[in-house]
């Protein structure tokens, strides 16, 4: 049944985004059903960096996820980091960023994600894709049972999405969709 | 293919409900407001600041929307987008730009595309082994299918330092027949002086973004990192304001007006060279 997986995945999201996606244009009705998806890859990736974060993940496991994770981004994509005392950005390949997240020396780690999102509009750039911006913000708690110590906190992150509309060929039709690639990431910890 | 379905089905929804995971996952911290109330990007300060989006910022207005622009809800948008903990706008100075802006006659929007706004990013490079600050003035422009951030203008201290042009007694000069003798006198400028900038005219300006970008493709400015970004506005008629983000505890938070002026004849050009830095 597995390899039949993909193939389903991609029926499903190519016949749902076909009835959105005619045009170059991005009308309201279709920018909110690229939102949608985009949002979708958004949350994946939350599932995934929380899952990764976890200490109760198995190492094969977190590899694994880590792999999911790293399928959702454009090649070359980084991370940005910056804290409250530190405004340099601390830049990391997006594969680097969930080995060091993995890796971080705590007995327990929490990662749970704000309700509350923000979508930029899309523009155009040069080469004719769109690039947006969503904004999440995610709550860190890691705690070390040997020191008793907790450390706590909230990090905004403002994710690149490119937008880009494909074409595939399903049983000899030639179906366009629309598809979502998450790119660049500034990671800001906020005074929240 | 049903039982396909089904199964993905299931295994998707497994994946959304496990309890304190992804984003909407039950056990989602609650934002008290904060998140909602703060200007998280610049793209939301245009869309607050036109009212081209809902309160909660979920639902964006459109033209034909029965909100789009509306003039009570820009009213309420843009008195949250200053700055009310640290700048000092007064609320006077405050009421005078909205009454301009939300205009019954004439209101006035800012535009994503249109000229008449600019990035300033203050970054550090390595210069010849030292980490230097390096000011960097961008500004969009259409390109291809779409459009793009260039580097517009650069301000780099030691080119300041270098290009220092002398005045009275102090500065050289190729007397007025000069010619006559077949400009030998160069030499006195090339060899001689260590200003040569004292034989240019007055209006004579160095292109730092060229000296700049010089130094790089030889190798000898390389990039480090960001420290700042800001932005400055003069799309509004005879105002100018700044956009800095503020990252701090409370709901006056995001990207905000933090310096407002009232500009008279005259006033842009002043403002745009001590902007520049370069008077």
């Given amino acids: ?192 | 293919m049903r039982k396909i379905i089904l199964s993905v089905l299931v295994l998707v929804l497994s994946l959304e409900l496990a309890p304190g995971q992804g984003l909407y996952s039950p056990g989602s911290p609650k934002d008290d407001g904060r998140f909602a109330a703060s200007t998280k990007q610049v793209n939301q300060f245009f869309r607050r600041f036109n009212a081209e989006e809902s309160v909660d910022g979920s639902q964006r207005y459109y033209s034909g929307d029965a909100l789009y622009r509306d003039r009570e809800l820009r009213g309420k948008f843009i008195s949250i987008l200053f700055d009310n903990e640290t700048s000092g706008i007064s609320n006077e100075l405050k009421r005078e730009f909205m009454g301009e802006v939300l205009s019954e006659v004439m209101p006035q929007y800012i535009n994503f595309h249109r000229e008449g706004w600019f990035a300033e990013v203050s970054a550090l490079f390595m210069y010849r082994g030292k980490r230097e600050n390096v000011t960097l003035f961008l500004k969009i422009q259409p390109e291809g299918l779409g459009y793009e951030w260039v580097i517009d203008k650069v301000v780099f201290e030691p080119f300041k330092d270098i290009f220092s042009k002398p005045e009275g007694d102090a500065k050289g000069f190729l007397h007025p027949l000069s010619h006559e003798l077949g400009f030998m006198n160069l030499r006195k400028a090339f060899q001689d002086s260590d200003t040569p900038e004292a034989f240019t005219p007055k209006e004579y300006q160095p292109d730092y973004l060229t000296l700049f970008l010089y130094e790089m493709k030889r190798g000898n400015i390389r990039f480090d990192n960001i420290l700042d970004v800001k932005f400055h506005f003069f799309q509004i008629n005879n105002w100018y304001f700044e956009l800095n983000q503020f990252n701090r505890p409370g709901f006056n938070t995001g990207w905000l007006i933090s310096n407002l002026v009232k500009l008279n004849t005259g006033d842009k050009e002043t403002l745009l060279r001590y902007i520049y830095d370069q008077k």
């Fill in chain 1, 1 to 192: 049944m597995k390899k039949y997986l993909p193939l389903f995945l991609l029926l499903f999201f190519a016949t749902t985004a076909v009835s959105v996606a005619q045009s170059d244009n991005i009308s309201p009705a279709r920018k909110q059903a690229i939102d949608s998806l985009a949002l979708e890859k958004v949350k994946d990736l939350s599932k995934y960096i929380s899952i990764i974060g976890s200490k109760e993940t198995q190492f094969s496991e977190a590899n694994r996820v880590m792999d999911r994770a790293e399928e959702l981004f454009a090649p070359g994509a980084e991370m940005g980091v910056s804290s409250l005392n530190r405004k340099e950005i601390a830049y990391y390949k997006v594969r680097r960023y969930f080995e060091r997240l993995m890796a971080l020396n705590y007995d327990r780690v929490n990662i749970t994600w704000y309700d509350i999102h923000y979508i930029s509009d899309l523009e155009r750039q040069p080469d004719g894709r769109y690039v947006g911006v969503v904004t999440v913000y995610q709550r860190f708690e890691g705690t070390s049972l040997e020191s008793g110590l907790n450390y706590r906190d909230t990090t905004k992150k403002d994710i690149t999405i490119y937008v880009e509309k494909k074409q595939t060929q399903i049983a000899g039709r030639t179906i366009e969709f629309w598809d979502v690639m998450l790119g660049d990431i500034r990671v800001t910890e906020t005074s929240a």
